[in-house]
C-alpha cells in the first residue's frame, strides 16, 4: 500500500526532476520513492508510511536541489531519446567506423555507449 | 383604423341638410357621440369555459377573460364595418383556467378566425397571460401580434418554481411555462413535463441543493410529455447550476433540448481495474490519479487524464485506460508519457476505441518496466 505526503516549498525555481527523484530516495532510503508536482504543490509517494524523519529530509531535497538548468534538459532529451533518432545517429556512427577503419592508419570504433556519451556531452554544452 | 362615422351619420337631417333642424340636447350627444364610443374603448368580460366560437365581446378593445376553467377561442366576432380595418384587441386571462387562441379555427366563421402567427394554438397562462390582436380587413382575420407565451419574440414569460424532489414522471408543467425553476433540496429526476405547445421554449434551471437530471425519452412518463435530449442519454445539472433549453416538437409530440449548459466535467472515481497493461502489469494507485474526468459536448466526449508516480511490471504495450462510455469509432491523438527514461514527458500516441484509451509508445516499444516512475499526461477528444 502506497503512502502520500504533501509538501510545499517557497523556492522560486524548478528543481531538477533527476536529481529532486534521486535526493528524495536517498532521504527516505525508499529506491522507489518519488516526488511530483500537482500544480499546487508537491506529492510524495514511497511505499511505506512517512516518518518524521522522511518528512523533514524530503522537504530539505525538495527545497536545495538544484534548479533544472537548460544544459540538464537538453541531456535529459538525450536520455529520452526515440529509437528512430538514436537509429540515425548510431548509423552514421558504424559509417564513420566504416572509414576510421579504412585509414591508413586505421582507427578504432567508436563504440555505441561512446557516441550516445559524446552526443550528451555535447547537449550539456549547448 | 377608420373612424366610426355611424354616430356622425345619425346627425344628418333627413334631407341631407348638415345638422340643419337638429336640436342638441346633452341626451342626444350622449346618445349618438360618447356611448358608442364608450362601448367600444370599454374592457369586456367574459366567463366563458371551453370551446368558444365566433365570441362576442361587444366590440371592445379589452377581452377580459375570466374563466374558471379552460377556455379555448376558435373565433372572436369581426368587428363591424367601420371598425374592422385594424381594430384593436387585447385578450388577458384573469381566471383560474388557461386562455387558448386556436389558429385558423374552422369551427368558427372564417371572418371570426384568428392566425395566430405559428400555425399552432398559442396557450395563454391562467390569471396573467396575455395577447394582442389586430383585425387584419384584407385578409378578415384576426391576427395575433404579441402574446405572453412567445419567449425571444416580446413575449412575456411564464415561471413555475418546483420544490419536487425523487424521480417525477409527468411534471405538471404550468400552461405556457417559459422557466422551470427546479428548486429541489435533493436529486430530482424528470422524465417527462406535460406536453406543451408546438414551439413552446422552456428552460429548465437548476436553483436548488439538488441535482436535477431529464431522462432521454423515458418510458415513466407518457409518450407526449418525454424528452428528447439528443444524446440517447439523460442530461444531468449539477445542484444549483446549470440549464436546460427545450422546444417543444408537437409534430414528434416530444420536448426536445436544444441546447445545455454549462458543460459539466464528471470525475471518473479511482479503480485500480481502469487501468491494465496486457502482458505486463500497469499498476495505479488511487492516489496516483490526479486528474481523471470527463465532459460531452454534444457528440464529443473530452478526457482528461493526468497519472502521476505509477509503476510498470513485464511487458505493458500499449497501457490501457477504461473509461465509463464508449467511443463512436476510433480516434487516435498524441498525448504525453513519461517512461522512466529521463525526466522527459514525451509524446505518446493514444487511441480510442470502444470504452478504452490505449496508449502507445512513439517508437512502438514495450513501456519501461519502473516502480513509480511512470507518469501519463492525456488531452484526448474523440465522438462518442
Given at each position: 500500500?502506497?503512502?502520500?505526503?504533501?509538501?510545499?516549498?517557497?523556492?522560486?525555481?524548478?528543481?531538477?526532476?533527476?536529481?529532486?527523484?534521486?535526493?528524495?530516495?536517498?532521504?527516505?532510503?525508499?529506491?522507489?520513492?518519488?516526488?511530483?508536482?500537482?500544480?499546487?504543490?508537491?506529492?510524495?509517494?514511497?511505499?511505506?508510511p512517512?516518518?518524521a524523519?522522511?518528512?523533514?529530509a524530503?522537504?530539505?531535497?525538495?527545497?536545495?536541489?538544484a534548479?533544472?538548468?537548460?544544459?540538464?534538459?537538453?541531456?535529459?532529451?538525450v536520455?529520452?531519446?526515440?529509437?528512430?533518432l538514436?537509429?540515425?545517429?548510431?548509423?552514421?556512427?558504424?559509417?564513420?567506423?566504416?572509414?576510421?577503419?579504412?585509414?591508413?592508419?586505421?582507427?578504432?570504433?567508436?563504440?555505441?555507449?561512446?557516441?550516445?556519451?559524446?552526443?550528451r556531452?555535447?547537449?550539456?554544452?549547448? | 383604423?377608420?373612424?366610426?362615422?355611424?354616430?356622425?351619420?345619425?346627425l344628418?337631417?333627413?334631407?341631407?341638410?348638415?345638422?340643419?333642424?337638429t336640436?342638441?340636447?346633452?341626451?342626444?350627444?350622449?346618445?349618438?357621440?360618447?356611448?358608442?364610443?364608450?362601448?367600444?374603448?370599454?374592457?369586456?368580460?367574459?366567463?366563458?369555459?371551453?370551446?368558444?366560437d365566433?365570441?362576442?365581446?361587444?366590440?371592445?378593445d379589452?377581452?377580459?377573460?375570466?374563466?374558471?376553467?379552460?377556455?379555448?377561442?376558435?373565433?372572436?366576432?369581426?368587428?363591424?364595418?367601420?371598425?374592422?380595418?385594424?381594430?384593436?384587441?387585447?385578450?388577458?386571462?384573469?381566471?383560474a383556467?388557461?386562455?387558448?387562441?386556436?389558429?385558423?379555427?374552422?369551427?368558427?366563421?372564417a371572418?371570426?378566425?384568428?392566425?395566430?402567427?405559428?400555425?399552432?394554438?398559442?396557450?395563454?397562462?391562467?390569471?396573467?397571460?396575455?395577447?394582442?390582436?389586430?383585425?387584419?380587413?384584407?385578409?378578415?382575420?384576426?391576427?395575433?401580434?404579441?402574446n405572453?407565451?412567445?419567449?425571444?419574440?416580446?413575449?412575456?414569460?411564464?415561471?413555475?418554481?418546483?420544490?419536487?424532489?425523487?424521480?417525477?414522471?409527468?411534471?405538471?408543467?404550468?400552461?405556457?411555462?417559459?422557466?422551470?425553476?427546479?428548486?429541489?433540496?435533493?436529486?430530482?429526476?424528470?422524465?417527462?413535463?406535460?406536453?406543451?405547445?408546438?414551439?413552446?421554449?422552456?428552460?429548465?434551471?437548476?436553483?436548488?441543493?439538488?441535482?436535477?437530471?431529464l431522462?432521454?425519452?423515458?418510458?415513466?412518463?407518457?409518450a407526449?410529455?418525454?424528452?428528447?435530449?439528443g444524446?440517447?442519454?439523460?442530461i444531468?445539472?449539477?445542484?444549483?447550476v446549470?440549464?436546460?433549453?427545450?422546444?417543444y416538437?408537437?409534430?414528434?409530440?416530444?420536448?426536445?433540448?436544444?441546447?445545455?449548459a454549462p458543460?459539466?466535467?464528471?470525475?471518473?472515481?479511482?479503480?485500480?481495474?481502469?487501468?491494465?497493461?496486457?502482458?505486463?502489469?500497469?499498476?495505479?494507485d488511487?492516489?496516483?490519479?490526479?486528474?481523471?474526468?470527463?465532459?460531452?459536448i454534444?457528440?464529443?466526449?473530452?478526457v482528461?487524464i493526468t497519472?502521476?508516480?505509477?509503476?510498470?511490471?513485464g511487458?505493458?504495450?500499449?497501457?490501457?485506460?477504461?473509461?465509463?462510455?464508449?467511443?463512436?469509432?476510433?480516434?487516435?491523438?498524441?498525448?504525453?508519457?513519461?517512461?522512466?527514461?529521463?525526466?522527459?514527458?514525451?509524446?505518446?500516441?493514444?487511441?480510442?476505441?470502444?470504452?478504452?484509451?490505449?496508449?502507445?509508445?512513439?517508437?512502438?516499444?514495450a513501456?519501461?518496466?519502473?516502480?513509480?516512475?511512470?507518469?501519463?499526461?492525456?488531452?484526448?477528444?474523440?465522438?462518442?
Amino acid at each position: 500500500m502506497s503512502s502520500y505526503a504533501t509538501f510545499t516549498t517557497t523556492r522560486t525555481t524548478t528543481p531538477d526532476p533527476v536529481a529532486l527523484r534521486a535526493a528524495v530516495q536517498a532521504a527516505t532510503g525508499d529506491p522507489t520513492a518519488a516526488i511530483f508536482t500537482t500544480g499546487a504543490g508537491w506529492t510524495g509517494k514511497k511505499a511505506q508510511p512517512w516518518s518524521a524523519g522522511d518528512l523533514s529530509a524530503t522537504q530539505t531535497a525538495l527545497d536545495t536541489t538544484a534548479a533544472t538548468t537548460a544544459a540538464l534538459t537538453n541531456q535529459q532529451i538525450v536520455d529520452a531519446m526515440p529509437m528512430v533518432l538514436k537509429a540515425v545517429a548510431l548509423t552514421l556512427v558504424d559509417q564513420l567506423n566504416v572509414i576510421r577503419a579504412a585509414l591508413p592508419v586505421p582507427l578504432g570504433a567508436i563504440t555505441v555507449p561512446q557516441a550516445i556519451a559524446a552526443i550528451r556531452a555535447k547537449a550539456g554544452t549547448l | 383604423m377608420a373612424i366610426d362615422r355611424t354616430t356622425w351619420t345619425a346627425l344628418l337631417d333627413d334631407d341631407g341638410s348638415n345638422l340643419v333642424g337638429t336640436l342638441w340636447t346633452k341626451d342626444l350627444v350622449k346618445t349618438l357621440l360618447l356611448d358608442p364610443i364608450d362601448a367600444r374603448w370599454a374592457e369586456n368580460t367574459t366567463t366563458a369555459t371551453g370551446n368558444q366560437d365566433n365570441l362576442a365581446y361587444a366590440e371592445a378593445d379589452v377581452l377580459r377573460c375570466n374563466n374558471a376553467t379552460a377556455l379555448t377561442l376558435r373565433g372572436i366576432l369581426a368587428p363591424a364595418a367601420p371598425l374592422k380595418p385594424g381594430k384593436p384587441l387585447l385578450i388577458v386571462a384573469i381566471g383560474a383556467g388557461t386562455v387558448t387562441l386556436n389558429d385558423q379555427d374552422a369551427n368558427s366563421t372564417a371572418a371570426n378566425r384568428l392566425i395566430t402567427g405559428t400555425a399552432a394554438p398559442i396557450a395563454l397562462a391562467a390569471g396573467t397571460g396575455w395577447a394582442m390582436l389586430r383585425y387584419d380587413g384584407a385578409t378578415a382575420r384576426w391576427r395575433v401580434l404579441a402574446n405572453s407565451a412567445a419567449t425571444g419574440t416580446g413575449g412575456g414569460a411564464v415561471v413555475q418554481t418546483t420544490t419536487s424532489t425523487g424521480t417525477v414522471n409527468n411534471f405538471a408543467l404550468t400552461a405556457g411555462a417559459t422557466l422551470l425553476r427546479c428548486n429541489n433540496a435533493t436529486a430530482l429526476t424528470l422524465t417527462g413535463l406535460a406536453a406543451g405547445t408546438d414551439g413552446q421554449r422552456l428552460d429548465l434551471r437548476s436553483v436548488g441543493a439538488g441535482a436535477v437530471t431529464l431522462t432521454d425519452q423515458d418510458a415513466g412518463s407518457t409518450a407526449a410529455n418525454r424528452a428528447i435530449t439528443g444524446l440517447s442519454e439523460a442530461i444531468v445539472l449539477a445542484a444549483g447550476v446549470g440549464v436546460i433549453r427545450l422546444v417543444y416538437d408537437a409534430t414528434t409530440a416530444r420536448w426536445v433540448v436544444l441546447a445545455y449548459a454549462p458543460i459539466f466535467w464528471v470525475d471518473v472515481p479511482y479503480a485500480g481495474g481502469n487501468f491494465t497493461g496486457g502482458a505486463g502489469t500497469w499498476t495505479v494507485d488511487s492516489g496516483d490519479q490526479a486528474t481523471f474526468k470527463y465532459a460531452k459536448i454534444g457528440r464529443v466526449a473530452v478526457v482528461i487524464i493526468t497519472l502521476n508516480a505509477t509503476s510498470v511490471a513485464g511487458t505493458v504495450n500499449p497501457g490501457v485506460i477504461t473509461i465509463p462510455f464508449a467511443a463512436s469509432g476510433v480516434t487516435s491523438g498524441l498525448g504525453v508519457l513519461y517512461d522512466n527514461s529521463g525526466s522527459l514527458i514525451v509524446p505518446c500516441v493514444w487511441l480510442v476505441s470502444g470504452t478504452t484509451i490505449a496508449i502507445y509508445k512513439l517508437d512502438g516499444s514495450a513501456w519501461a518496466a519502473a516502480t513509480n516512475n511512470t507518469y501519463v499526461k492525456l488531452d484526448v477528444e474523440f465522438p462518442w
